[in-house]
């Protein structure tokens, strides 16, 4: 998992809307040995199995199931709801899902890692919490289980990640 590195936003990330001083933002990378496309990387990271523990979590806490076929429709983008998520924005080689309370980001990226190696591709991943008003004072704050839960987010974006390049990796011919 050390493969897994936090790293700048890029400058033309979709993400890269939500870097200002109240939202907190990251961004993880990591290089597969292969050409990987948007759809493929997508793809493989809702269906490790990591994140599949999240995805009966969120049928179970919060009415959102979702099934691997959800999320390869999604990932090819026949489909614009997935689980918590929507797509905020899609291009080529990036996805921009929010999820359905508007409060956090979830944003996926592969490019060549060079342009003189284009079988190799760096898969980025990152997410956004946008603040919100506090119920009792007003006050813009990231919420209340947001200090609690910044460290296991941070663990559990990497081993999400390193899941989703091993799940590549495996699928290879």
């Known amino acids: 998992m050390f493969?897994?590195?936090?790293c700048p936003l890029p400058d033309h990330a979709l993400l890269r809307k939500y870097v200002r001083a109240d939202t907190y933002t990251d961004c993880y990378r990591t290089q597969a040995q292969h050409e990987v496309t948007l759809t493929e990387f997508v793809r493989a990271f809702y269906t490790t199995w990591i994140f599949r523990l999240e995805r009966a979590i969120l049928k179970w806490a919060v009415a959102k199931p979702s099934s691997?076929?959800?999320?390869?429709?999604?990932?090819?983008?026949?489909?614009?709801?997935?689980?918590?998520?929507?797509?905020?924005h899609r291009?080529?080689?990036q996805l921009l899902l929010t999820d359905f309370h508007g409060r956090t980001r979830s944003w996926f990226m592969t490019v060549p890692a060079d342009a003189e190696n284009s079988e190799?591709?760096?898969?980025?991943?990152?997410?956004?919490v946008t603040p919100v008003p506090a119920p009792e004072t007003g006050e813009i704050t990231p919420g209340r289980g947001y200090?609690?839960?910044?460290?296991?987010?941070?663990?559990?974006?990497?081993?999400?990640?390193?899941?989703?390049?091993?799940?590549?990796?495996?699928q290879l011919p």
């Open 147 to 170: 200090s609690a839960l910044l460290e296991f987010h941070k663990i559990y974006s990497r081993v999400l990640l390193y899941s989703a390049r091993s799940r590549l990796s495996r």
């Open 68 to 88: 691997d076929d959800q999320a390869s429709r999604l990932a090819d983008g026949s489909i614009d709801h997935f689980a918590a998520w929507q797509v905020e």
């Open 3 to 6: 493969s897994i590195k936090a």
């Open 120 to 128: 190799q591709t760096v898969l980025y991943f990152g997410s956004a």
């Open 91 to 93: 291009s080529e080689n």
